[in-house]
Nanobody, 116 residues
């Protein structure tokens, strides 16, 4: 059973928006930091945004002001609202949870493609 499942990816034009969802199953992640990562072809995976169990957030400089991470602990879910999308945002986006001191639970990823 995959512990985290992403959804909401797709093809969008530059300037458009998408909302990614991450649904956890099999265990609760409400007490763990949750994060969104992305990996573009030929590039290393990078952390886009993360949120602590209390709601503190981190954003990569490249997405500040455009992306918003949130979580619903009651539903065991995390979200990434992406606005003003750019072609360079094209990547596979992954949801992750840090149950220990590392990002140790991952989803399988969802493709986001932004056309110019």
């Amino acid at each position: 059973q995959v512990p985290l499942v992403e959804s909401g990816g797709g093809l969008v034009q530059a300037g458009g928006s998408l909302r990614l969802s991450c649904a956890a199953s099999g265990r609760t992640f409400s007490s763990s930091p949750m994060g969104w990562f992305r990996q573009a072809p030929g590039k290393e995976r990078e952390r886009v945004a993360s949120i602590s169990r209390s709601g503190g957030t981190y954003y990569a400089d490249s997405v500040k002001g455009r992306f918003t991470i949130s979580r619903d602990n009651a539903k065991n879910m995390a979200f990434l609202q992406m606005n003003s999308l750019k072609p360079e945002d094209t990547a596979v986006y992954y949801c992750a949870a840090a149950v220990t001191s590392t990002w140790d639970y991952w989803g399988q990823g969802t493709q986001v493609t932004v056309s110019s």
